[in-house]
Structure formats: C-alpha cells, structure tokens
C-alpha cells in the first residue's frame, strides 16, 4: 500500500459527460502529479501540483483541468468526454517537488471508460 | 518530443542470469533519475533512483548505472528472478516526473 488513495477505482462513463477523480496524497507529502496511461502505453505527465499551486504542466488536455485543495487533495476534472479519454489514470506524491526527495509513490488508479 | 526514450518495449530474460533494462534522455537539465516497476492493474511503484552528480547506485539486485555525456541510463537486475516480470519505467525529474513508454521484462525459468 503506498498511501495514495485513487476514487473511484473504475468509472463508465458516456461521451460528453464530465466526471471528476479524486486522489488523496500520503500524509504530509505536498506534491500531488496526475498521469494518464491508455492501452498499456506509457505514462503521459499531465500535471503537477505542489502545496495547492499548479507547478508544471504537461500533455494536458483543455478539456480538463485540476487543483490541489488547503488538505492537499486533488482533484482532476475531465469535461466534453471523448472515446479517445479512455485511460488509466494514476495520481502519485512526494514530499517535495524538488530536492533529492522526489520519489513519487503511485495510487492504484481509476480506470475510465467512455462509451 | 519525447525527452525520455525507452527503445526496447520488451526484453525476455533467463532465471538467474542479468537484465539490463535502457533508457535515453535528451534533456540535459534533469537531475535525477528513477525506475518504476509496474504489474497489470496497479500503479507504478518505486524501484532506485540516482542523482546525475553520481554514476552509480547499488540496491541489492538492483543497479542503476546513469552516463550524463551519453544522456544514458540502465537498470540492472541480477540475477533475475520470475518475480521480476512486470513493465519497467524510467523517469527524470524535469517539469514533473517525465516517464518512458515502459519495457515488459519476463524472466522466464
């Protein structure tokens, strides 16, 4: 068990919805990164926030966006649902979101499934 | 643009004998460096990490050897072990943690 808690674990939902995944970071760790991975591929960085300020961003979609609450948890929103959203999608954390302790510890994901 | 590579998508590999699991990168501002293992269905879970001011760092069957003039790192695994099947990601510390498309080791008896 890492720590990171993912909600919910699997969710279908239909095409142009919106849904929203939650992720509950270990205790004390400020960084909060959100990472999509379809079809067995490999993990695409999609945000990183740090003590609820966004700190970098990557291959993020305008259809969604993010944020990091005073409890530090996050939230991933995704909007305008496509078949092509269908993904894995896994929340880490770490202490920091610099210096040497950087180890991002994974949560067991939500598995998102447009239909 | 892909800044952290992995090439080979699968490596098949012998009980007992080593793994040597590649990665490149092309950015040369990232300072650090880390392998994830993953099974099917979970996420990616902390293996060794090294810092780009050493070359190497050892952590019982699990070596990571990191050549900066090359942007080139390695994961070696020995011996191998069955357990060791899984897919295998590197990742660097750049804008967030940048991850390879991942290699699946099967260690086989």
Known sequence: DSGVTQTPKHLITATGQRVTLRCSPRSGDLSVYWYQQSLDQGLQFLIHYYNGEERAKGNILERFSAQQFPDLHSELNLSSLELGDSALYFCASSATGTGMNTEAFFGQGTRLTVV | ?109
């Not at chain 2, 996420?43 to 001011?53: A, E, K, M, R």
């Not at chain 2, 070596?63 to 942007?71: E, I």
Request: aromatic fraction near 12%.
């Open chain 2, 1 to 109: 643009d892909q800044q952290v590579k992995q090439n080979s998508p699968s490596l098949s590999v012998q009980e007992g004998r080593i793994s040597i699991l590649n990665c490149d990168y092309t950015n040369s501002m990232f300072d650090y460096f880390l392998w994830y293992k993953k099974y099917p269905a979970e996420g990616p879970t902390f293996l060794i990490s090294i810092s780009s001011i050493k070359d190497k760092n050892e952590d019982g069957r699990f070596t990571v050897f990191l050549n900066k003039s090359a942007k080139h790192l390695s994961l070696h695994i020995v011996p191998s072990q069955p357990g060791d099947s899984a897919v295998y990601f590197c990742a660097a510390r750049g804008d967030g943690l940048i991850f390879g498309t991942g290699t699946r080791l099967q260690v086989f008896p």
